[in-house]
């Protein structure tokens, strides 16, 4: 059974910087194929970014492309998003999520393609 535990989550200004982490245990990390989702109040669970087993391939919704990236160290079992350029419509809680299918090639986005999932870490942009 994989655990994931998010940290470094805060309250950050706008156009701020911010990155979060997820560190994992009780798995081979380098199966997984990982992936960063937000929920702000009121509104649906939403795609944020993923990577690869190998952390060669990434993915990211439109509304982060260009601000957020997404890393894995694999010798420390676990992936980073850092936040750039952040604005008010990011403030959300962030969650992290393994997705243990081997055979698929990419990095998903799909929410119910993840097995595992941590318990989320608030992420709030105000001025």
């Known amino acids: 059974q994989v655990q994931l535990v998010e940290s470094g989550g805060g309250l950050v200004q706008p156009g701020g910087s911010l990155r979060v982490s997820c560190g994992t245990s009780?798995?081979?990390?380098?199966?997984?194929?990982m992936g960063w989702f937000r929920q702000a109040p009121g509104k649906e669970h939403e795609f944020v970014a993923a990577?690869?087993?190998?952390?060669?391939?990434?993915t990211y919704a439109d509304s982060v492309k260009g601000r957020f990236t997404i890393s894995r160290d694999n010798a420390k079992n676990t992936v980073y998003l850092q936040m750039n350029s952040l604005k008010l419509e990011d403030t959300a809680v962030y969650y992290c999520?393994?997705?243990?299918?081997?055979?698929?090639?990419?990095?998903?986005?799909?929410?119910?393609?993840?097995?595992?999932w941590g318990q989320g870490t608030q992420v709030t942009v105000s001025s």
């Open positions: 999520a393994a997705d243990r299918d081997t055979t698929r090639t990419y990095a998903t986005t799909r929410a119910a393609n993840y097995d595992y």
């Open positions: 990577i690869s087993r190998g952390g060669g391939v990434t």
């Open positions: 009780g798995g081979a990390f380098t199966d997984y194929s």
